[in-house]
């Protein structure tokens, strides 16, 4: 049997091609060959062509034909209509943008995506609601109309190595630095789906296991288990051995660490596995904390350049001058406003009544 995936060498690559090796396929990857990853192991067939433009990809792929297609990378919607007959089961991979909401909150009422967020959510409808998700549903039309057995995956964000915007960069880096506090937007109470790079390639290697069950199917992945901001701030700094400050700010204050939200907004983007999770029978293979945990090992193990292409693509500028200004107006306001309130609320009774002697019209409290 022979398999084709389209990218390889990104987050979830290196484990859909040695989940494919040892499902017993023969595997090629197709993609630009400007970085090579240790994680795929030699005798693996490399193409090397662009997957952006259908002549780049018809030039590469000639008349080929595969059993199986995993399209991670380039232009789906190119790859897909290139590959239309030629391909026993196509899986693309898309992602949780396409849905209505998810970068412009208050274009739904009430603002925001419902939580959780399933298949059959409203998508965006048109460019000018917003293009970039328009194009991702397009795409995944795209797909099905060239192969109506395929499957597509709406990967959340990603996390692991190889991430091109690694959000726990903006954290590991200041952990690094020895800062003694962090800001985190909401205080660090939004959740947002996040899939391991390894839980989500076992995710789409279930699509290869089970292809009558996922056939013409659209999924939501990512790891069953989330947590807010502040908890994977926490699970990172134990791990990296740091104890500091993790002061909050409220909405409308901007956040100095660009990458850990969506555009700034405080909205959660919580999607609904149900689907996945009946249809494929999914459930984490690695547990989300310790997948955290380890990522952050591998980002201090593998330090991305101070002011390179990362931060600049993370959009941080690590101005820890301005951050300390900030948590002291911060700190400022909040002893104002505690100062403002008259004294600290008691622990609330339970408002049902608990009579100490039989057949008394009231308890002890009057209820």
């Not at 959780?116 to 397009?138: G, M, Q």
């Not at 700010?249 to 100095?256: E, F, I, M, Y």
Request: hydrophobic fraction near 35%; charged fraction near 20%; glycine fraction near 10%.
């Amino acid at each position: 049997m022979k398999a084709l995936v389209i990218g390889g060498t990104g987050p979830s690559g290196p484990f859909l091609v040695n989940g494919l090796l040892e499902r017993g396929y023969e595997v090629a990857i197709f993609h630009r060959g400007t970085h090579e990853i240790p994680e795929i192991p030699d005798g693996i067939e490399h193409i090397h062509g662009d997957p952006h433009f259908r002549e780049t990809i018809e030039q590469a792929l000639g008349g080929r034909t595969f059993d199986l297609v995993i399209a991670t990378y380039g232009r789906i919607r190119f790859i897909a209509e290139a590959l239309e007959g030629k391909a026993g089961h196509f899986i693309g991979i898309g992602g949780v943008p396409s849905y209505r909401g998810y970068f412009n909150p208050s274009i739904n009422f009430p603002p925001g995506l419902p939580t959780p967020t399933p298949e059959n959510a409203p998508l965006v409808a048109s460019e000018e609601e917003h293009r970039f998700s328009y194009l991702i549903r397009s795409t995944e039309d795209a797909v099905l109309r060239a192969h109506s057995r395929g499957t597509v995956f709406r990967y959340p964000y990603v996390y692991g190595p190889y991430q091109l915007v690694p959000r726990e960069w903006s954290i590991i880096r200041r952990i690094l630095d020895r800062r003694p506090l962090i800001l985190l937007p909401a205080s660090g109470m939004t959740l947002m789906t996040h899939g391991y790079a390894g839980n989500l390639a076992h995710a789409v290697l279930l699509a290869v296991d089970k292809p009558r069950a996922a056939a013409g199917q659209i999924y939501n992945c990512g790891d069953e288990q989330q947590f807010t901001l502040r908890q994977v701030v926490e699970i990172i700094s134990r791990e990296l051995n740091h104890d500091w400050e993790i002061l909050g700010l409220p909405d409308g204050a901007g956040t100095p660490a660009g990458g850990l939200t969506i555009q700034g907004t405080s909205h959660h983007r919580l999607m609904d596995l149900s689907k996945i999770k009946a249809d494929l029978g999914y459930h984490d293979p690695e547990p989300p904390a310790q997948a955290i945990a380890r990522s952050a090992r591998w980002y201090v193990e593998n330090q991305p350049e101070p002011g390179g292409e990362i931060e600049q693509r993370l959009q941080d500028k690590f101005d820890y001058a301005t951050e300390d200004r900030i948590a002291s107006i911060l700190r400022e306001s909040m002893q104002r406003m505690a100062s403002l309130q008259s004294g600290k609320l008691e622990p609330m009774p339970h408002p049902y009544a608990h009579p100490k002697e039989p057949n008394l019209q009231r308890d002890h409290r009057g209820r």
